[in-house]
């Protein structure tokens, strides 16, 4: 067989593999040795071929005719796809349009819909997935430190002398840095677990601070107090590298242990404990994922924590830093190509660069910032008259599924690109089969800002397309000049107008990763920011306080399975992942089981003002009482029927983590 060197697809980690091939056809999978899999992966990662050799693929381009679709040529897509925005343009202004783009496209065909968007339809309503995970990441750490993304590597967290762990469930959701941290841990590390579950990573760590949902700032400020109170802040770090602090102090004075407590539901004497382990360490890190940031304070949340690792000087050192955990495997390639509303590739600004972009490209582009994702949604059918959606499947995925359902349904024009058919799919007006990871060359982005190369390892399926492929015939078609005859040719275009991206090309990539910014050729790459000083000048303090939490309802929190990614279209295609966790479940506390009649398998109502869904119980210890927790990924149990229409008021992220609800039985 030929062995195949590649990256995995699912989550941010960025786990190298080789894909084992016979006759057009994926055999098997093995893990890499180059860091960070390090020759381990997780269930999903062994078991890639198992969706990329499926049946049900996408293999040729779709139209609806009536209430069913036919199958139709490239040529006959595009043309119509480019008539129709055409048309909505006459009609209703460029401002009538929207691109969505994938966080499982690589960075070159992000660049081009993004390029697309701007140059050929003309507006800058362009975002992607990362509206949904990490921008409050983006917005936080890009306005307190100067650039919204992880600090330092993943393999860094091997010299942390203590690990705080927020909003994450590591072991299942980022095995690879589970995997690090463990071997820290072995090492001499102390960890410590903040989370309103009872994870398997809470389960070994040195202290698990079980949370109430939702008061994580609360708890952040009052360790932070501690902190400044015992006297271990770093005053030189604080003095020669940050602003602000002052005017934080009294503030954070007002958030004692004990009035942690009582808002947490954590005992002080804990809280105490773990700003004294953190507090008290040369080098401390704090890792983080959507536990975090999806709440409708989601930026505040992030903020706290930068609040916390400012004072103690854990920035820009091996061991120390922030760690944001990106849930697909390139989210950070797709904001580092400038598919948001108000920025250009690598965080270029459109209000200060878009001469720069218009002299690149040889057109005049639009000037107003555009909509978020959410915003966009919100507006379709109305402003939003036609929209591309790039691999992703908001039907089941955006947050109050059934208003998103309507939105999509009313546009003029919906064209999806995808791999297989999804929920999103059945509403398009056009769909566009692509290549999977495995069938096309590029690059993708890490969680910890290492770019690396996908390698073709089969042909795509009948007639699908690399997207790059598909979105630079459409800019010919609207007259922007491309001459793309690989994917490396667009990278270079990419390294030509992105300074962080400047020494980046697929000729040294195959040598290995490269962790931006690297500007020139002969630079190495940054693993580590901030070693020198921050991108603009002073990092910046700012004071967060804890919202109310008021709700008597249950809690219910939303996340993932180990065994599933997303909205379930690659591995519930998966017969051993799908035979794992077949259907959804609501993990509900014994107590509160008892309670209401409830066993393990009872059939359950769960109700909020959003909808109303069914799923079975599952009783469990690792939960709080009054609170619930369910993985989104089963269409028949959407949970996003559930979650409500709150966004956060800096970043525009909806508040997709939890959701109060009503619980009653089936039967009752």
């Known amino acids: 067989m030929d062995a195949i060197e590649t990256t995995c697809v699912y989550c941010g980690c960025g786990c190298g593999l080789y894909l084992h091939v016979e006759n057009n056809k994926i055999i098997a999978v093995t893990p890499s040795l180059k860091p ?35 199958q139709t040529s490239w040529s006959e897509a595009l043309s119509f796809i480019a008539r129709s925005f055409d048309e909505i343009k006459r009609d209703s202004g460029p401002d009538a349009l929207a691109v969505l783009t994938s966080a499982k496209a690589t960075n070159e065909e992000n660049y081009l819909l993004m390029k697309l968007c701007r140059a050929a339809l003309g507006t800058n309503n362009i975002d992607n997935v990362a509206r949904l995970c990490h921008a409050p990441t983006l917005f936080a750490l890009g306005s307190s430190l100067g650039s919204g993304s992880m600090t330092n590597p993943i393999a860094s967290l091997l010299h942390s002398d203590v690990i705080m762990i927020i909003g994450s469930n590591t072991t299942e959701q980022h095995p690879a840095v589970a995997l690090h941290i463990m071997e820290a841990r072995r090492n001499g590390a102390r960890i410590v677990a903040v989370d309103p579950r009872r994870t398997k990573m809470a389960k070994i760590a040195d202290l698990h601070l079980q949370l109430r949902p939702g008061t994580d700032i609360a708890l952040l400020n009052a360790i932070l ?25 009294d503030h954070i004075a ?96 459109i209000s200060e660069f878009r001469e720069k972009f218009e002299g690149a490209w040889d057109v005049e582009l639009p000037a107003s910032q555009g909509m978020t994702a959410v915003e966009i949604m919100s507006s379709a059918g109305s402003e ?42 059945r509403m398009a ?55 793309y005859d690989t994917s490396a040719d667009v990278m270079r275009e990419i390294a030509a107008l992105t300074p962080s991206y400047g020494g980046i090309s697929h000729e040294r990539l195959e040598r290995g990763g490269i962790h931006w ?31 109310g939490m008021e709700d008597e309802r249950f809690t219910l929190i939303i ?21 794992e ?23 359950l109502i769960l109700e909020s003002e959003s909808g109303t869904i069914r799923a079975r119980a599952r009783l469990s210890d690792d939960v709080r009482e009054g609170m619930l927790f369910m993985p989104f990924h089963f269409r028949e149990s959407p949970a996003n029927m559930l979650t409500e229409w709150q966004l956060d008021r800096f970043s525009k992220i909806p508040a997709l983590k939890m959701v109060s609800v009503s619980i009653r039985r089936e039967d009752a």
């Open 36 to 70: 960070p899999a390090r020759g381990r992966l997780c269930a999903k990662g062994w078991l890639l071929h198992g969706f990329a050799n499926h049946p049900d693929r996408l293999r040729e381009p779709l139209m609806r005719r009536g209430d069913r679709h036919v």
């Open 429 to 483: 007006d056009v769909v566009l089969p692509i290549a999977s990871f495995a069938e096309k060359y590029g690059t993708v982005t890490s969680t910890e800002r290492k770019v690396q190369l996908i390698r073709k390892a089969i042909d795509p399926p009948g007639n699908a397309l690399p997207e790059w492929v598909v979105a630079a015939r459409l800019l010919e078609i609207f007259g922007i000049s491309s001459g």
């Open 254 to 349: 007002e958030y004692t242990p004990e009035v942690a407590e009582r808002i947490c539901g954590v005992p002080a004497g804990l809280i105490h404990d773990a700003a004294v382990m953190y507090g008290g360490a040369e080098a401390a890190a704090i890792v983080y994922a959507m536990g975090i940031t999806q709440h409708a304070h989601g930026t505040d949340n992030v903020q706290a924590i930068v609040n916390l690792a400012l004072a103690t000087g854990n920035l820009g050192r091996d061991g120390s830093g922030i760690y944001p955990l990106r849930g697909h495997q390139n989210v950070q390639g797709a904001c580092d190509m400038g598919a948001l509303p108000d920025y250009y590739t690598g965080y270029q600004k």
């Open 384 to 425: 939003i008259r036609g929209m591309y959606i790039s691999g992703e499947n908001p039907a089941l995925s955006y947050p109050d599924s059934s208003r998103i359902r309507k939105s999509l349904e009313s546009l003029d024009l919906l064209v999806v690109s995808e791999i297989f058919p999804t929920e999103t799919t």
């Open 517 to 547: 910014p690297c500007p020139t050729q002969e630079h190495h790459g940054t693993p580590v920011l901030y070693r020198d000083g921050f991108p603009r000048g002073r990092a910046v303090f700012r004071h967060v306080d804890q919202r």
């Open 559 to 579: 996340g993932r399975s180990q065994y599933h990614f997303h909205t379930g279209s690659m591995t519930r295609r998966v017969c051993i992942l799908e035979r």
């Open 225 to 249: 107090s501690i902190v400044i109170r015992e006297g271990m802040i770093d005053e030189e770090f604080i003095r020669s590298r940050t602003e602000g602090f002052v005017d934080i102090l």
């Open 581 to 603: 966790v077949p259907e959804a479940f609501v993990d509900m506390n014994p107590r509160d089981a008892a309670a209401l009649g409830i066993r393990n398998g009872t059939g």
